[in-house]
């Protein structure tokens, strides 16, 4: 009984240290890269990210709820996110926009 539990244990610490990022979608052109990811959590869920890179700088543009990101494209200079029409927007939420490393960030809310 003592090394099941132990066993178990040891599985949930080795595995909750591992890389938890879930990729929705990747994108990048000749200046950066897009991430839309959201973590996975055994007990419960996580915001959507949209995170930018370029070359060794990151930037998080966008946090919001699970779900509400619906896409994400580059075009030229601007990067258009898509998500459902928000009520409010929480204390917790993410949603920078003009430039960001260079690129123009343009949100659109749509009706799901």
Do not use: Q
């Amino acid at each position: 009984m003592k090394i099941s539990i132990v066993f178990l244990i040891v599985f949930f610490g080795l595995f909750s240290s591992c890389n938890n990022k879930l990729i929705t979608k990747k994108i990048s052109d000749e200046n950066i890269e897009l991430k839309w990811y959201h973590y996975s959590y055994i007990t419960s869920s996580s915001d959507d990210f949209i995170e930018v890179y370029r070359g060794k700088l990151s930037i998080i543009i966008t946090k919001l709820p699970e779900t509400y990101i619906k896409d994400v494209r580059i075009t030229n200079d601007t990067i258009y996110v898509n998500h459902l029409i928000l009520n409010e927007i929480l204390s917790s939420d993410v949603l920078l926009s003009g430039d960001v490393l260079g690129y123009k960030v343009v949100y659109n809310a749509i009706n799901d």
